[in-house]
C-alpha cells in the first residue's frame, strides 16, 4: 500500500517570495508521483507529475518538483510566488506496476498574501 | 464544456434520506473515478469502473454506498440512509486506459453533500 504525507496543512507566504511544498511517500514498490492544484471553487488538476527521466520535473506556471528516492520525497517549489498561485495542494502517487488509484496526501493550502 | 461534469453540486439533505449523484465522464475516457474528501483532508478513493465494469468496490464505507455505470458512460453514487457522518465533497474523475497509472485523472468540480 501506498501513503502519502503533507507535512505542513498551510502555508502563508508574501508575494515574490519563494516556497516549498513539502510531500513525503511511503510505498513497498516503485511508483509515480504527482501533484494536483485546487484553486477556490474549482476541480482538481494536474500541475506536475513525475514518471521516469530527470527527477527534476516543472509545471507551465513557474512550479517545479524534484523526485527524490533516497528521501522518499516530492516536494514541490515556486522561487517566486503570486497572488494567483493561492490554492490547494495535493501530492499523490500510484505505484507503477496495477491498477491501484492514485492515493493523496492531506494537502496544503498555499495562501499567497500582497 | 468537455470536461468531467458533476450533478447536482451541492445537495442539503436530512438524516436518513437517500442521495444520487450523478457523473459524466470526458466521453472518449473509459475509466471512471470517484473520490470523497472531507474538510482538511485529500481525497480518499471509493471506486472505479473500466467502461460498465465495477473493478473495484472493497474501498466504498459501507453497504449503504453504491455506485453504478450502466452503459459504460455516465456513472451514478447513490447513498442510502444517508448519516451526517457522509457529509462531504464526492469527487468524480476520468482517464483514458491508455498509460495505465500514468494518466492524468480529470476531476469533476465535485458535489458537495449536507446531511442534517
Known amino acids: 500500500a501506498q501513503s502519502v504525507t503533507q507535512l505542513d496543512s498551510q502555508v502563508p507566504v508574501f508575494e515574490e517570495a519563494p516556497v516549498e511544498l513539502r510531500c513525503n511517500y511511503s510505498?513497498?514498490?516503485?511508483?509515480?508521483l504527482f501533484w494536483y492544484v485546487q484553486y477556490p471553487n474549482q476541480g482538481l488538476q494536474l500541475l506536475l507529475k513525475?514518471?521516469?527521466?530527470?527527477?527534476l520535473v516543472e509545471s507551465i506556471n513557474g512550479f517545479e518538483a524534484e523526485f527524490n528516492k533516497s528521501q522518499t520525497s516530492f516536494h514541490l517549489r515556486k522561487p517566486s510566488v503570486h497572488i494567483s498561485d493561492t490554492a490547494e495542494y495535493f501530492c499523490?502517487?500510484?505505484?507503477?506496476?496495477?491498477?491501484?488509484?492514485?492515493?493523496f496526501g492531506k494537502g496544503t493550502r498555499l495562501s499567497v498574501i500582497a | 464544456d468537455t470536461g468531467v461534469s458533476q450533478d447536482p453540486r451541492h445537495k442539503i439533505t436530512k438524516r436518513g434520506q437517500n442521495v444520487t449523484f450523478r457523473c459524466d465522464p470526458i466521453?472518449?475516457?473509459?475509466?471512471l473515478y470517484w473520490y470523497r474528501q472531507t474538510l482538511g483532508q485529500g481525497p480518499e478513493f471509493l471506486t472505479y469502473f473500466q467502461n460498465e465494469a465495477q473493478l473495484e468496490k472493497s474501498r466504498l464505507l459501507s453497504d449503504r454506498f453504491s455506485a453504478e455505470r450502466p452503459k459504460g458512460s455516465f456513472s451514478t453514487l447513490e447513498i442510502q440512509r444517508t448519516e451526517q457522518g457522509d457529509s462531504a465533497m464526492y469527487l468524480c474523475?476520468?482517464?483514458?486506459?491508455?498509460?495505465?497509472?500514468?494518466?492524468?485523472?480529470?476531476f469533476g468540480e465535485g458535489s458537495r453533500l449536507t446531511v442534517l
Open positions: 474523475a476520468s482517464r483514458t486506459r491508455q498509460g495505465s497509472n500514468t494518466g492524468e485523472l480529470f
Open positions: 510505498s513497498s514498490v516503485s511508483v509515480y
Open positions: 466521453s472518449e475516457h473509459n475509466r
Open positions: 499523490a502517487v500510484s505505484p507503477r506496476v496495477g491498477n491501484t488509484p492514485l492515493v
Open positions: 513525475y514518471l521516469s527521466g530527470s527527477t
